[in-house]
């Protein structure tokens, strides 16, 4: 059983460009989870979607920032307009659809470095 | 909102000796889970272990085991017989049972193990 695939691993962007990351949760999991790692810090939620919809964005900056996991597909994380303050490391996380909070089951990141 | 203290930045123990990590939380929720994950310098982030709030028995895996204090709101990881590829970032995590069942993490203990 494969886990959470993201890619890519490792995006460069230059300012104003736009960068999509791409997450892939493990099978039989449909609920998906973005969160960012700006260095030496901490995960912190950005977003969380189950299938075609959006659940809670409390984390997700007001601008430029979008998420969405359609019927099929990945979901996907895009960052209009990059900033070199948006350089960090980005992780998809996945779990089972319970009623209960689940462990959530984490890919190896992109990183994004905005030159 | 929750919150996640992890008041140790750094720590270094001795290859086969015992080290704890301690994390306190803040929260009013009654019902939530509490995991501890490890990010070696891969960055990959890894599940070490869980505790769900109602059971009252410290949850252990092999090496691994907490000391899961409830009314203190604290949530330390014990390693017994530290070995080398233990040597990364430990976070501690904070979920809620239902809701957006979002993780709140904080912002780490840099392990060493030395040989």
């Known amino acids: 059983n494969a886990g959470v695939m993201q890619n890519p691993r490792h995006l460069v962007r230059r300012r104003g460009q736009e960068a999509r990351l791409r997450c892939s949760p493990m099978k039989g999991h449909s609920h998906v989870y973005w969160y960012r790692q700006l260095p030496e810090e901490g995960l912190k939620f950005m977003v969380y979607l189950q299938k075609e919809n959006i659940i809670d964005e409390s984390g997700m900056p007001k601008e430029r920032f979008s998420a969405e996991f359609p019927k099929e597909g990945p979901s996907i994380l895009r960052i209009q307009q990059v900033v070199r303050g948006d350089s960090a490391a980005y992780f998809c996380?996945?779990?089972?659809?319970?009623?209960?909070?689940?462990?959530?089951?984490f890919g190896p990141g992109t990183r994004l470095l905005v030159l | 909102a929750q919150t996640v203290t992890q008041s140790q930045p750094e720590m270094s123990v001795q290859e086969a000796e015992t080290v704890t990590l301690s994390c306190t939380y803040d929260?009013?929720?009654?019902?939530?889970?509490l995991f501890w994950y490890k990010q070696p310098p891969s960055r990959q982030m890894i599940l070490v272990i869980r505790?769900?709030?109602?059971?009252?028995q410290n949850a252990t895996e092999n090496r691994f085991s907490v000391n899961f204090q409830k009314a203190a709101k604290s949530f330390s990881l014990k390693i017994s017989d530290s070995q080398l590829g233990d040597t990364a970032m430990y976070f501690c995590?904070?979920?809620?049972?239902?809701?957006?069942?979002?993780?709140?993490f904080g912002k780490g203990t840099k392990l060493t193990v030395n040989p």
């Open positions: 995590a904070f979920g809620a049972q239902g809701g957006s069942e979002k993780l709140v």
């Open positions: 929260t009013s929720e009654s019902n939530y889970y």
């Open positions: 505790q769900e709030a109602y059971k009252q």
């Open positions: 996380a996945s779990s089972p659809p319970q009623f209960q909070a689940e462990t959530q089951y």
